[in-house]
C-alpha cells in the first residue's frame, strides 16, 4: 500500500453547515448588540446636548445679573456725582451716601473723591488708595483710565489688577458742574465678592465659573475644585467691566444615570449569554464529528512531514519484510513504494559488492543488536549508481506497546564524504603553502632586521680603515670601535636567532628589562643618522618605573625601525622649521601599562593610508619593502601590546605602544 499517494481530505459537509450556521448567528447577534450601543449613543449625544442648551441659558442669566448689579452701582454713583456737583453739598452728603451705598453693594469696597486736581478730598473707608498703580500722580493704569472719564464725560472702567491677592477694579465718574469738571468719584470693586454675592447656590453646585483676562489667565473662580477637562464649557464676554475679560462657565461631571448604566450592563450580559450559548452549540457540533476530523488532520500533518523529510524512512517488520517507506527513500534508491513494499532480505538496492557486510548488519539489527551510533553501508540505485548511507535503527512500537518491527533513518552522506576527501587534499596543500610563507617571512625579516647591524659594522669598520691609513690614532680609539663592531656583529646574531625564533612561532626569550634602558640603547644607533640630519632627538621619561620580561632586542629593533621612519618623513621636509625638527619618544604608565610613544613633526598622512599602514607588503617608501611595520605589530603582539599610529596635534605622526605590566 503507498500511503503517499492519497487524496488531500476534504472538510466534511456536517462541519460545512454547523459553521455557516455559527457565523449567521454570530452575525445576527453582533448587528443587534452594535443597534442597541448606537442606540444609547443618540440617547447620549441628546442629553448632551440639552445639558448644553441649559448651560447656555444659566451662562447668559449670570452675565445678565451681573450686567445689571454694575449698571445699577453706576447709576448710583453717577446720582452721588450729580449731588456732589452742588454748590451746597458737603463731606455729609458724601459720607452718607457712601456710606449706604457700601453696606447695600458688599462687592463695592472703596468709594473715593477726588478734586479737580486730582487730589484726594474725601473716601470711606479711607481717602487712601491702597495700590500703588492706582497713584494718580505715579502715571499708572488709574490716571489713564481717569483722563479718559474726565475727556469723554462719562463713567470709564479700569483693568482688573491684584491687590493682596484680591483681582479688584475701578470705576471713574467724573463730576461736573455745568460743563467744568469739578472732580471725580472712584469706586474700587472686588471680584471675588462680586462673584460670591451675585453667583446663586445652585449655580455653584452645577458649574464652576471664572473669570478670564484676554490672555486667557484666570483672576476670579467661584471654586478651587477644577471641573472635568471632558466636561461642557461655555465662554461670553464679560462687559463691563470690559476690556477683554470673559465669564467661562464649566458643567461639573454629572452622575452617571444609573438606568442607563443598568440597561447597558444588562445588554452586554445578554450578548455575552448569546455568544456563550453559541459557542456551546459549536461545542456539540464539533464533538459530533471530532473523530472523523481528527483523522483527517492526523492524515494530512502525516503526509506533509513525509513530503518535507529529505531523511530516508524505512519500516521492516520483525521478520525483515519492508512495510513502509517514505518518498526521500525512493528518491535515494530510484524504486517505488510499490517496488520496495513486501520486499524480504536481500532487497534489491543492495550493492553486490557488500552483499555478505549488508546481510551480517541485517541479520544483527534483527536481533536487535544495532549500533547505537549507526553504521554505513554502501548501496545502489536503480540505475546502478553507487552511493553511501548512514542507518540509524530503532525499535517500532506500536499504539499497544508492542514491538512490531525496526524504524530505520537512512542518510545519503556521498557528498559529506567527498567532502570530506576535498577537504583533506586542501589541508595538505595548505600546510605546504605555510612552509613556503614562512620560509618567505623569515627571509624577508632577516632582510629588514639586519640592515641596521650590518651598517653598523661598515660604519665602524670604515672608521677603524681611515684611522690606520692616517696614520693618526691611539689603541684606545681601535679598541673601542673594534668593540662596538663585536658588539653590532654579536647583535646581529642575536637578530638572526631571535627571528628564526619568532618565524616559528617559538616564545621569544624574555628578561627582566627597564624600558628605559632599551630607549638609550636605541639611542644610541639612531643618534649619528639624526645629528647628519639636523633632527634633535627628545626623551621624556617617566622617574619611577617597573621592569618588564621582553625581549630587548626585539623591542630595539622596533623603536630604531619606528624612529627612522620618523627621522627620513622630517628629513624630506626642507622647510620645516629647526623648532619642528624633534623626534620625541614619551615613556609613561598608564594604569596597568607602559606607553611609549614615537613623536614627529613630519608631513603626516592620510586617514586612508594610516589604515593600510600595517598592511603586509605596503609601503610609503618608494624602496620600502613593506613588511618593517608589520614586524614591529607583531613583535608588540607577542608581548601582548597593542601598536597603532595616531596624529600629533602640531602636526606630524605618533605612533603608539603600549605593553602590559603583568604580561598573562
Known amino acids: 500500500m503507498n500511503r503517499t499517494t492519497d487524496p488531500r481530505p476534504r472538510q466534511p459537509p456536517a462541519l460545512q453547515w454547523s459553521n455557516w450556521y455559527l457565523t449567521a448567528s454570530k452575525l445576527a447577534v453582533g ?33 445678565q445679573s451681573l450686567r445689571f ?69 505715579g502715571g499708572g493704569q488709574a490716571n489713564t483710565a481717569m483722563d479718559l ?9 479700569s483693568q482688573v489688577y491684584p491687590e493682596q491677592n484680591q483681582p479688584q477694579f475701578e470705576i471713574y465718574v467724573p463730576i461736573f458742574e455745568n460743563t467744568q469738571l469739578r472732580g471725580t468719584l472712584i469706586g474700587v470693586y472686588s471680584l471675588n465678592a462680586l462673584l460670591k454675592e451675585l453667583v446663586p447656590w445652585w449655580f455653584a453646585e452645577k458649574y464652576q465659573l471664572r473669570v478670564l483676562d484676554g490672555n486667557g489667565k484666570t483672576l476670579a473662580s467661584n471654586s478651587r475644585v477644577d471641573a472635568s477637562p471632558s466636561s461642557l464649557s461655555y465662554e461670553v464676554a464679560f462687559d463691563p467691566p470690559g476690556d477683554g475679560l470673559m465669564l467661562q462657565v464649566t458643567a461639573y461631571r454629572a452622575a452617571g444615570n444609573v438606568a442607563q448604566t443598568l440597561i447597558a450592563s444588562l445588554i452586554v450580559l445578554l450578548a455575552g449569554a448569546v455568544f456563550w450559548s453559541l459557542w456551546a452549540v459549536r461545542g456539540l457540533i464539533r464533538q459530533r464529528v471530532a473523530a472523523e476530523q481528527a483523522l483527517r488532520v492526523e492524515h494530512a500533518f502525516r503526509k506533509a512531514m513525509e513530503d518535507s523529510l529529505t531523511v530516508g524512512m524505512r519500516a521492516r517488520d520483525r521478520n525483515g519484510e519492508i512495510t513502509y517507506v517514505n518518498p526521500a527513500f525512493c528518491r535515494m534508491v530510484g524504486f517505488s513504494a510499490e517496488e520496495l513494499i513486501g520486499q524480504r532480505s536481500p532487497n534489491c538496492y543492495w550493492a553486490p559488492e557488500e552483499m555478505e557486510k549488508t546481510q551480517r548488519l541485517h541479520n544483527a539489527v534483527m536481533e536487535g543488536n544495532a549500533p547505537p551510533e549507526g553504521f554505513e553501508l554502501r548501496f545502489k540505485r536503480k540505475n546502478e549508481e553507487r552511493f553511501d548511507a548512514l542507518i540509524y535503527e530503532a525499535p517500532l512500537i506500536d ?25 583533506r587534499q586542501q589541508q595538505e596543500k595548505l600546510q605546504l603553502t605555510s612552509r613556503l610563507v614562512t620560509m618567505g617571512e623569515m627571509a624577508s625579516t632577516l632582510a629588514h632586521e639586519l640592515n641596521q647591524p650590518l651598517a653598523a659594522i661598515a660604519s665602524y669598520n670604515t672608521g677603524c680603515l681611515n684611522k690606520l691609513e692616517s696614520g693618526s690614532f691611539t689603541h684606545e680609539e681601535l679598541i673601542n670601535a673594534l668593540t662596538k663592531l663585536g658588539v653590532q656583529a654579536q647583535r646581529a646574531g642575536r637578530i638572526i636567532r631571535r627571528v628564526h625564533d619568532f618565524v616559528r612561532k617559538s616564545e621569544p626569550k624574555r628578561t627582566l628589562c627597564d624600558l628605559a634602558e632599551i630607549i638609550d640603547d636605541s639611542f644610541g644607533f639612531i643618534e649619528p643618522e639624526a645629528r647628519k640630519r639636523n633632527i634633535r632627538i627628545v626623551r621624556e621619561i617617566q622617574g619611577m618605573r617597573p621592569e618588564l620580561m621582553v625581549d630587548q632586542v626585539m623591542l630595539e629593533q622596533v623603536l630604531l625601525n619606528l624612529m627612522r621612519n620618523a627621522i627620513e618623513a622630517m628629513s624630506a621636509m626642507d622647510r620645516l622649521p629647526p623648532e619642528r625638527r624633534r623626534l620625541t619618544i614619551k615613556l609613561a604608565q598608564l594604569d596597568d601599562q607602559m606607553e611609549i610613544r614615537v613623536i614627529d613633526h613630519g608631513p603626516g598622512m592620510p586617514r586612508e593610508v594610516q589604515e593600510k599602514l600595517f598592511t603586509p607588503f605596503f609601503s610609503t617608501k618608494p624602496d620600502g619593502m613593506g613588511m618593517g611595520l608589520n614586524i614591529c605589530r607583531s613583535i608588540i603582539e607577542f608581548h601582548h601590546g597593542r601598536l597603532w599610529v595616531e596624529d600629533t596635534p602640531e602636526g606630524g605622526i605618533t605612533f603608539v605602544i603600549t605593553i602590559p605590566v603583568r604580561q598573562p
Open 69 to 137: 448689579r454694575l449698571e445699577g452701582n453706576t447709576e448710583q454713583l453717577q446720582q452721588l456725582a450729580l449731588d456732589l456737583s452742588q454748590d451746597s453739598a458737603g463731606p455729609a452728603l458724601f459720607q452718607t451716601r457712601s456710606r449706604h451705598l457700601i453696606k447695600t453693594t458688599s462687592e463695592l469696597g472703596q468709594i473715593v473723591r477726588l478734586d479737580a486736581r486730582g487730589e484726594a478730598v474725601d473716601g470711606l473707608p479711607t481717602r487712601v488708595l491702597a495700590h500703588p498703580s492706582l497713584d494718580i500722580f
Open 31 to 63: 448587528l443587534l448588540l452594535g443597534l442597541l450601543i448606537a442606540l444609547l449613543w443618540l440617547l447620549r449625544q441628546n442629553e448632551i446636548e440639552e445639558q448644553r442648551a441649559t448651560l447656555i441659558a444659566d451662562v447668559l442669566w449670570l452675565e
Open 399 to 423: 499504539a499497544d506497546g508492542k514491538h512490531t518491527g525496526w524504524m530505520g533513518s537512512v542518510l545519503d552522506v556521498t557528498e559529506r564524504k567527498r567532502a570530506e576527501e576535498l577537504a
Open 149 to 157: 472719564a474726565n475727556k469723554l464725560g462719562k463713567t470709564v472702567y
